[in-house]
């Protein structure tokens, strides 16, 4: 019989709708629920797409006995972290401090007023690697509740009053200059892998937010050292099993040093991330490669991830049946010499092997291998790599698909349209244009109220019950400005100075410093507040670049006054971990530069007009603005007082306050950009 997340839209709830484990959603209700039984609350965060998280529950939460253990002893809540990123930081703060690690499953035990007193992530059914059994974990905790409630008490209360006496030091006044973003850049050498690219050793996460300030340095500074690091990293994951070969887009992570072995989960955000980073590298070096896996990106995310209502699912599962009726992880994307042989016949088969690097040894488990393009496999014949490849996708479409997570999260939403926007534009790809403005309108129309509040997901076209974070706020204004810059509708700015201006008023706190929720969210053992980046932009230094832009386009004072405050905390955190802060080095940079402010006047089918806009989209100089339309046009601040030149069209350059003489010459733009 379901139990009552049966009535949950999260489709990672929806998964354990059927477990013997009788789940509560987070609510007010369950914990009263376990004060009214004098009984702990069992936490349970994770998502659709993690691996861990489906072993568990068939190991544990679909067993009986576990089960029934379970529910006698304990309330049990179960939360998708990406519906409720505020818990799970909360709460993974909590597991970080007392353990020094953290991840999911998360598994945390909780006093009926949500104190927690007992960590860990994914426990096994019986004892194994040295880990407890969850059941001995369960037995344990509800002796400990049952015999010495007066030291479980004392041990939530003091890690509650640890995490509510953590603070941030915010860099004093000032912005990041000069000189943070130079020791951020020697940071990041220092950490750079110059064999394989990337930072770090395994397992090895793309660094989109990093490649991102790489990228913007050089193209402020001239710094050399800072391309090569962000476009070798680049082909050094175009090239490894992290990308996939045949459809595009970008698994999770790499459990190896070289990319070679990923972790097959594909995200929304990442992909929408490193299609924007390789469309980028090609402003800045026109490789042909940056081109190619910009284009297949995007097409992977309309194609894989569009949801009928025009927006975009969260993640493929990592996990799908191998063909005997077991769910396997990478089982959808390895192959083994003998499948080559079978879809593409022995001659093509070996030329195959050779150029994805498919060994009878394998790269992956079993004897199968990832595709990847091994530097040292020598160049194919395009002619016929092309349609191998082709045969080989139509076969992999036979095989039994990942499950996808529905669910439209606004903030990776907001990721995506500012991605296809900006690919559309750059690659003359109007069709993806398009497919940002539809996800764009979802946005307003299903996840903005009349007051311009947010819902953080939807489903099937329907809202969700929770509240916007920080994030959702920044990264869809990002989207929107990205969308205005685009499209030239200003319509998206309007929304874009809604959503910054429910950031000023509702996510504020002293000194520049930002909340991750609104002032009148949920109360929570803590309030999160966080600056770093993860697998997404942090919401703090994404509403910072957000706040930045909208300011360059209105010239309002009080949004530039909030990013710079907001900055401050780069100042303190970039020199000393620029891994982990690189949006807020990115948007560092584009305040350092300006940032520019670009507005093309003139009429739509002028040719001279229309080379002005393009000149202007392959600016690479950090966080430029662009407005563009007829003189004097209401859509944008940026066109006003904003003549012709000699009845022609003209482009305007504007930064630090300061306005260069209009320019009618594309060449003589592209010389201010």
Same mark, same amino acid.
């Not at 993690?50 to 002893?73: G, R």
């Not at 004897?367 to 082709?390: F, W």
């Not at 489903?459 to 916007?468: E, F, I, Q």
């Not at 909030?562 to 900055?567: I, K």
């Given at each position: 019989?379901?139990?009552?997340?049966?009535?949950?839209?999260?489709?990672?709830?929806?998964?354990?709708?059927?477990?013997?484990?009788?789940?509560?959603?987070?609510?007010?209700?369950?914990?009263?629920?376990?004060?009214?039984?004098?009984?702990?609350?069992?936490?349970?965060?994770?998502?659709?797409?993690?691996?861990?998280?489906?072993?568990?529950?068939?190991?544990?939460?679909?067993?009986?006995?576990?089960?029934?253990?379970?529910?006698?002893?304990?309330?049990?809540?179960?939360?998708?972290?990406?519906?409720?990123?505020?818990?799970?930081?909360?709460?993974? /703060?909590?597991?970080?401090?007392?353990?020094?690690?953290?991840? +999911?499953?998360?598994?945390?035990?909780?006093?009926?007023?949500?104190?927690?007193?007992?960590?860990?992530?994914?426990?096994?059914?019986?004892?194994? @690697?040295?880990?407890?059994?969850?059941?001995?974990?369960?037995?344990?905790?509800?002796?400990?509740?049952?015999?010495?409630?007066?030291?479980?008490?004392?041990?939530?209360?003091?890690?509650? &009053?640890?995490?509510?006496?953590?603070?941030?030091?915010?860099?004093?006044?000032?912005?990041?200059?000069?000189?943070?973003?130079?020791?951020?850049? *020697?940071?990041?050498?220092?950490?750079?892998?110059?064999?394989?690219?990337?930072?770090?050793?395994?397992?090895?996460?793309?660094?989109?937010?990093?490649?991102?300030?790489?990228?913007?340095?050089?193209?402020?500074?001239?710094? /050399?050292?800072?391309?090569?690091?962000?476009?070798?990293?680049?082909?050094?994951?175009? =090239?490894?099993?992290?990308?996939?070969?045949?459809?595009?887009?970008?698994?999770?992570?790499?459990?190896?040093?070289?990319?070679?072995?990923?972790?097959?989960?594909?995200?929304?955000?990442?992909?929408?991330? %490193?299609? =924007?980073?390789?469309?980028?590298? +090609?402003?800045?070096?026109?490789?042909?490669?940056?081109?190619?896996?910009?284009?297949?990106?995007?097409?992977?995310?309309?194609?894989?991830?569009?949801?009928?209502?025009?927006?975009?699912?969260?993640?493929?599962?990592?996990?799908?049946?191998?063909?005997?009726?077991?769910?396997?992880?990478?089982?959808?994307?390895?192959?083994?010499?003998?499948?080559?042989?079978?879809?593409?016949?022995?001659?093509?088969?070996?030329?195959?092997?050779?150029?994805?690097?498919?060994?009878?040894?394998?790269?992956?488990? @079993?004897?199968?291998?990832?595709?990847?393009?091994?530097?040292?496999?020598?160049?194919?014949?395009?002619?016929?790599?092309?349609?191998?490849?082709?045969?080989?996708?139509?076969?992999?479409?036979?095989?039994? =698909?990942?499950?996808?997570?529905? &669910?439209?999260?606004?903030? +990776?939403?907001?990721?995506?349209?500012?991605?296809?926007?900006?690919?559309?534009? *750059?690659?003359?790809?109007?069709?993806?244009?398009?497919? $940002?403005?539809?996800?764009?309108?979802? %946005?307003?129309?299903?996840?903005?109220?009349?007051?311009?509040?947010?819902?953080?997901?939807? &489903?099937?076209?329907?809202?969700?019950?929770?509240?916007?974070?920080?994030?959702?706020? $920044? #990264?869809?204004?990002?989207?929107?400005?990205?969308?205005?810059?685009?499209?030239? /509708?200003?319509?998206?700015?309007?929304?874009? !100075?809604?959503?910054?201006? *429910?950031?000023?008023?509702?996510?504020?706190?002293?000194?520049?410093?930002?909340?991750?929720?609104?002032?009148?969210?949920?109360?929570?053992?803590?309030?999160?507040? #966080?600056?770093?980046?993860?697998?997404?932009?942090?919401? +703090?230094?994404?509403?910072?670049?957000?706040?930045?832009?909208?300011?360059?386009?209105?010239?309002?004072?009080? @949004?530039?006054?909030?990013?710079?405050?907001?900055?401050?905390?780069? &100042?303190?955190? !970039?020199?000393?971990?620029?891994?982990?802060?690189?949006?807020?080095?990115?948007?560092?940079?584009?305040?350092?530069?300006?940032?520019?402010?670009?507005?093309?006047?003139?009429?739509?089918?002028?040719?001279?007009?229309?080379?002005?806009?393009?000149?202007?989209?392959?600016?690479?100089?950090? !966080? $430029?603005?662009?407005?563009?339309?007829?003189?004097?046009?209401?859509?944008?601040?940026?066109?006003?007082?904003?003549?012709?030149?000699?009845?022609?069209?003209?482009?305007?350059?504007?930064? @630090?306050?300061?306005?260069?003489?209009?320019?009618?010459?594309?060449?003589?733009?592209?010389?201010?950009?």
């Amino acid at each position: 019989m379901p139990n009552r997340l049966a009535h949950e839209t999260s489709p990672y709830l929806l998964q354990h709708a059927d477990n013997p484990v009788d789940w509560w959603p987070w609510s007010a209700e369950a914990f009263e629920e376990a004060r009214r039984r004098n009984v702990p609350v069992l936490l349970s965060v994770g998502y659709s797409s993690c691996h861990w998280c489906h072993v568990m529950a068939h190991e544990s939460f679909e067993d009986d006995a576990i089960a029934a253990l379970v529910n006698e002893h304990f309330v049990a809540v179960k939360v998708d972290r990406e519906e409720r990123p505020d818990i799970d930081a909360v709460y993974m /703060e909590a597991v970080q401090a007392a353990t020094g690690q953290g991840g +999911w499953p998360m598994t945390v035990f909780l006093t009926p007023d949500a104190a927690p007193f007992y960590f860990g992530t994914y426990f096994p059914p019986e004892p194994r @690697h040295g880990m407890p059994s969850f059941p001995e974990v369960l037995v344990g905790v509800k002796d400990a509740w049952a015999d010495r409630r007066d030291e479980v008490g004392e041990v939530a209360d003091r890690i509650v &009053k640890d995490l509510a006496g953590r603070s941030l030091a915010y860099g004093g006044d000032g912005v990041p200059g000069e000189e943070e973003l130079a020791q951020a850049l *020697l940071g990041l050498t220092r950490e750079y892998d110059a064999t394989h690219g990337g930072f770090g050793g395994a397992p090895k996460f793309p660094p989109s937010m990093a490649l991102e300030f790489l990228l913007r340095h050089h193209a402020r500074t001239g710094a /050399e050292g800072a391309l090569q690091m962000a476009a070798d990293t680049c082909e050094a994951m175009a =090239r490894g099993g992290i990308y996939d070969q045949l459809g595009g887009g970008f698994a999770r992570y790499a459990v190896d040093r070289a990319w070679v072995v990923p972790h097959f989960e594909k995200m929304l955000y990442d992909n929408a991330l %490193l299609c =924007r980073v390789y469309a980028h590298l +090609w402003k800045a070096t026109g490789s042909d490669l940056a081109r190619r896996v910009a284009l297949e990106t995007a097409d992977f995310l309309v194609r894989e991830l569009r949801t009928p209502e025009g927006g975009f699912a969260s993640a493929l599962d990592a996990d799908s049946d191998d063909g005997t009726g077991k769910h396997v992880e990478g089982a959808y994307y390895a192959w083994t010499p003998a499948q080559l042989t079978e879809v593409l016949g022995a001659e093509d088969a070996a030329l195959a092997a050779a150029h994805y690097g498919v060994t009878e040894a394998g790269t992956f488990e @079993h004897g199968s291998s990832v595709l990847q393009l091994p530097r040292d496999a020598g160049v194919a014949d395009a002619g016929r790599i092309a349609p191998i490849a082709a045969r080989l996708l139509a076969a992999r479409e036979e095989r039994e =698909r990942p499950g996808r997570d529905d &669910k439209v999260v606004a903030a +990776w939403n907001g990721l995506a349209i500012a991605a296809l926007a900006e690919t559309g534009a *750059l690659f003359d790809r109007p069709d993806l244009v398009e497919r $940002a403005t539809e996800a764009a309108d979802l %946005l307003v129309r299903v996840h903005m109220d009349e007051t311009a509040r947010l819902t953080r997901t939807s &489903k099937d076209g329907r809202a969700g019950t929770n509240a916007g974070v920080l994030e959702d706020y $920044a #990264d869809v204004a990002e989207g929107f400005l990205a969308l205005a810059a685009v499209t030239g /509708e200003g319509t998206w700015l309007e929304f874009a !100075g809604f959503l910054l201006d *429910l950031v000023l008023d509702r996510f504020t706190a002293e000194g520049g410093a930002l909340y991750d929720t609104a002032h009148d969210a949920e109360t929570l053992i803590r309030r999160p507040q #966080d600056p770093t980046d993860n697998a997404t932009p942090s919401g +703090w230094t994404a509403a910072a670049g957000a706040l930045l832009s909208y300011a360059g386009q209105t010239g309002s004072e009080a @949004h530039r006054a909030a990013a710079e405050g907001a900055l401050g905390v780069v &100042k303190a955190l !970039g020199p000393r971990a620029p891994r982990f802060i690189g949006w807020g080095l990115a948007v560092s940079e584009a305040l350092l530069d300006g940032p520019r402010e670009i507005a093309v006047v003139g009429a739509p089918g002028d040719e001279t007009f229309r080379e002005l806009r393009r000149t202007a989209l392959l600016a690479t100089a950090p !966080g $430029a603005v662009l407005a563009f339309g007829a003189p004097d046009s209401e859509e944008f601040p940026l066109l006003r007082d904003r003549p012709l030149v000699a009845g022609g069209s003209a482009a305007y350059v504007c930064r @630090h306050f300061t306005c260069d003489a209009p320019v009618t010459d594309p060449d003589a733009l592209r010389r201010k950009l």
